[in-house]
């Protein structure tokens, strides 16, 4: 507990963790602006208004639309890229500032063992996640139920989440921060996994919709229409066994869909939010079937085991090292 709580001091007396925590209550806050006026949308408490007759305060797709920014653009945009990024460079100087010369001696001097301190570590770092998040989302708590008029506490399934895919991409960042000592190469292989999974996810996430018979728009003869998405499934097979080896960071937090709470009922999908936007939209589009293709225990579980692979390798090296 000591050395956990030590963790969190030691990056709330980092500048960046204060940046950090203002840059996620300010999103917050424009989120808390957006409200619903008799005759559309209103910004920035009233100053900018956007009329439309769908989404307005009593409609029955206000829900809809308030909810969806907060999983489409704020857990898709803000929380999945964002927030990660900024704990990523606010954290990835931990281990190598504790594996420093004069600061590890005294902790190894005491009666833990190499391998606690080093959990303790990584799990300190991932608290820096949990409370910027947590804070945020209390914000967007309180947001939901002044404009909408309902507690949602469903949308507090984001601090898990999140933090869950900062923990893949971190720790690749602890792996070479414990083997090279250098943050920097600990950040550029840190982003480089997070576009190589991004990457990854977005061309089996094409190849899936290209090969299913209702997201194939071929005119072409029914038979060489028959072979191009045959030549797609197969594609589809290869990129699927290549994602399996790496974490799955965007399908993590499109899980979110599944589990925020829109109506009373579990579940939302991209269809719902194009209907709350336009006024239509079909309940099984094949994007959102590509979107939920895969379970959850799937996504996370193989993520996870991706993690453990790294994360064991880099407490070997550091159990292992002379200092």
Known sequence: MTLLVDSLRLLRARVLFWVT????????????????????????????EFKNPLI???SEFSELFYLGLFSKFIVGLWLSWVAVGLALISCAPVF???M?????????????????????????ALLFVVVQVGLFCVIVFVAIRWRVGTWNPSI????????LVFSYIYSVVVLVSVKTRSVLAAVLAGVLIWFVAWLGQKSEELLYMA?????????????????????MEKWHRISVGAMACLPKTGETMNVMDRLVVVGGKTGFSNSQFLAALFGQ??????????????STSYV????????????????????RRDY
């Open 211 to 231: 090969s299913h018979p209702a997201g194939a728009v071929l005119e072409v003869a029914e038979d060489e229409r028959r072979n191009a998405l045959t030549d």
């Open 96 to 98: 190598p500032d504790f």
């Open 156 to 163: 507090f399934w984001a601090v898990p989440l999140v933090t």
């Open 100 to 124: 420093s010369e004069g600061s590890i001696g005294i902790p190894l001097s005491k009666p833990v063992s190499r391998l606690t301190l080093f959990v303790c570590k990584y799990i300190g």
């Open 21 to 48: 925590l203002g840059i996620s209550a300010l999103a917050a806050i424009l989120y808390l602006s957006i409200g619903f006026t008799p005759t559309g949308v209103s910004v920035l408490f009233g100053a900018t």
């Open 281 to 294: 939209g079909q309940e099984d589009s094949t994007l959102d079937q590509a979107l939920t293709r895969n």
């Open 56 to 58: 307005q305060s009593g």
């Open 300 to 319: 996370i579980g193989t993520s996870l085991l991706f993690e453990a692979v790294i994360l064991g390798a880099a407490a070997w090296i550091f159990c």
